[in-house]
């Protein structure tokens, strides 16, 4: 089993520094593992030697996690760096080995928490995250509409474009803003590029800790409540990818393929028989369908559940085949049966034999069966001719 954990962790739980110092400080050289020169991605086992500065680092006891929130006023530097004046640890003078979680500029003041537990920082700082701070800004002259829409919007600094953030005029010089990121200096930078100068910045908000009533300068325990949000909010601050996009889930989807019926059916086929009882596909050929869809010949069954060629077999009254003029079976459109067809024309022609139109043509016939019926040719013709009266 591999009880190794990454060396910046290892330093960190010792309570030296944040991990994100740590890094820096293997890249400074000035850490060594096993007396060699340590870099990024080492990894500590149980009984390795660590030492930053010439100084061994000895796995610590697991401590109580200690997370502070201080009221920092301007002057004091962020860093734990003793030897610089002023700066936020020997400020605090907690007993214990804390490290602050970000920044906040000297010549501001305002919000900011401090810890023992490493982990917990990159988790809030991340910028993927979209975890919001939020701060009070005084400005040297008056603020109009057009201010705080470029504020909102994003301001070019740094080589890039800030992103959208939340800007709310509180007074004639003063406003309120809500970040997600954290550029240097990023709001004394955003107002300079539009003419403007900070005179005054104060964090009230980071993510669910608030400033409220904390006086200037002093410090406090965060609470049950205020920690149990804290920690919710920053689960799954360690899912996100790489590309900052949530990471996809696995398995790819599979296609749904519809499920055949008893009789063997697909719905698109149920479609087109409708009610009918089983039709038989044949292609033009007469063989029966595989594959693609051609045309094919429909046999409906009679009221009493029987086709043609089962009445047949019954010794009922046998059924004719349906054919086309020409004498072929019928493969296209359904048409009369013949036998139908022969047996009406029967009857209308024992009815009348007269034909079906009396057209000009047909004129001259009539009139000779019309002589025929009174007798000569043209007789009442001859008698004037002959000038009998």
Same mark, same amino acid.
């Given at each position: 089993?591999?009880?190794?954990?990454?060396?910046?962790?290892?330093?960190?739980?010792?309570?030296?520094?944040?991990?994100?110092?740590?890094?820096?400080?293997?890249?400074?050289?000035?850490?060594?593992?096993?007396?060699?020169? !340590?870099?990024?991605?080492?990894?500590?086992?149980?009984?390795?030697?660590?030492?930053?500065?010439?100084?061994?680092?000895?796995?610590?006891?697991?401590?109580?996690?200690?997370?502070?929130? #201080?009221?920092?006023?301007?002057?004091?530097?962020?860093?734990?760096?003793?030897?610089?004046?002023?700066?936020?640890?020997?400020?605090?003078?907690?007993?214990?080995?804390?490290?602050?979680?970000?920044?906040?500029?000297?010549?501001?003041?305002?919000?900011?928490?401090?810890?023992?537990?490493?982990?917990?920082?990159?988790?809030?700082?991340?910028?993927?995250?979209?975890?919001?701070?939020?701060?009070?800004?005084?400005?040297?002259?008056?603020?109009?509409?057009?201010?705080?829409?470029?504020?909102?919007?994003?301001?070019?600094? #740094?080589?890039?474009?800030?992103?959208?953030?939340?800007?709310?005029?509180?007074?004639?010089?003063?406003?309120?803003?809500?970040?997600?990121?954290?550029?240097?200096?990023?709001?004394?930078?955003?107002?300079?590029?539009?003419?403007?100068?900070?005179?005054?910045?104060?964090?009230?908000?980071?993510?669910?800790?608030?400033?409220?009533?904390? !006086?200037?300068?002093?410090?406090?325990?965060?609470?049950?409540?205020?920690?149990?949000?804290?920690?919710?909010?920053?689960?799954?601050? !360690?899912?996100?990818?790489?590309?900052?996009?949530?990471? !996809?889930?696995?398995?790819?989807?599979?296609?749904?393929?519809?499920?055949?019926?008893?009789?063997?059916?697909?719905?698109?086929?149920?479609?087109?028989?409708?009610?009918?009882?089983?039709?038989?596909?044949?292609?033009?050929?007469?063989?029966?369908?595989?594959?693609?869809?051609?045309?094919?010949?429909?046999?409906?069954?009679?009221?009493?559940?029987?086709?043609?060629?089962?009445?047949?077999?019954?010794?009922?009254?046998?059924?004719?085949?349906?054919?086309?003029?020409?004498?072929?079976?019928?493969?296209?459109?359904?048409?009369?049966?013949?036998?139908?067809?022969?047996?009406?024309?029967?009857?209308?022609?024992?009815?009348?034999?007269?034909?079906?139109?009396?057209?000009?043509?047909?004129?001259?016939?009539?009139?000779?069966?019309?002589?025929?019926?009174?007798?000569?040719?043209?007789?009442?013709?001859?008698?004037?001719?002959?000038?009998?009266?």
């Amino acid at each position: 089993m591999d009880n190794s954990i990454s060396l910046n962790k290892f330093i960190s739980d010792t309570g030296y520094c944040s991990r994100r110092e740590a890094d820096n400080l293997i890249t400074e050289g000035r850490v060594l593992l096993n007396n060699r020169p !340590a870099v990024l991605g080492n990894r500590y086992k149980p009984g390795d030697t660590v030492e930053v500065d010439g100084s061994i680092i000895t796995a610590a006891k697991k401590e109580k996690r200690v997370y502070l929130a #201080l009221n920092k006023p301007t002057g004091i530097t962020t860093t734990t760096e003793l030897h610089i004046k002023d700066n936020i640890i020997s400020f605090v003078g907690y007993p214990k080995r804390i490290f602050p979680i970000g920044r906040l500029d000297k010549d501001s003041e305002g919000l900011i928490l401090l810890t023992n537990d490493g982990d917990i920082i990159n988790k809030i700082l991340r910028a993927d995250n979209n975890h919001e701070k939020e701060y009070i800004v005084r400005v040297n002259k008056p603020i109009d509409g057009a201010f705080i829409h470029q504020m909102s919007t994003g301001v070019p600094i #740094l080589d890039t474009v800030t992103l959208p953030c939340k800007v709310q005029p509180m007074g004639r010089q003063t406003f309120r803003i809500t970040l997600t990121q954290g550029l240097n200096r990023q709001i004394r930078r955003m107002c300079e590029h539009l003419g403007y100068a900070v005179v005054g910045l104060q964090r009230v908000r980071i993510m669910n800790i608030k400033l409220d009533k904390l !006086a200037l300068g002093k410090w406090r325990y965060l609470s049950d409540a205020e920690l149990s949000t804290l920690m919710e909010s920053i689960t799954d601050s !360690a899912k996100v990818s790489p590309s900052g996009k949530p990471a !996809a889930r696995g398995g790819k989807r599979t296609e749904h393929k519809p499920t055949p019926s008893k009789g063997g059916f697909t719905p698109k086929d149920r479609e087109q028989t409708g009610k009918r009882k089983s039709t038989k596909y044949v292609t033009k050929d007469g063989n029966p369908q595989t594959g693609k869809k051609t045309e094919h010949t429909t046999t409906t069954p009679s009221k009493g559940g029987f086709t043609p060629k089962d009445r047949e077999q019954a010794g009922k009254r046998k059924s004719t085949k349906q054919v086309t003029k020409d004498g072929k079976p019928q493969t296209g459109k359904k048409t009369e049966r013949t036998w139908k067809k022969e047996k009406s024309a029967q009857a209308r022609k024992g009815q009348n034999n007269r034909p079906e139109k009396n057209t000009g043509k047909e004129k001259k016939g009539q009139e000779s069966r019309r002589e025929k019926r009174t007798g000569a040719e043209g007789s009442f013709k001859n008698y004037r001719s002959k000038g009998r009266r």
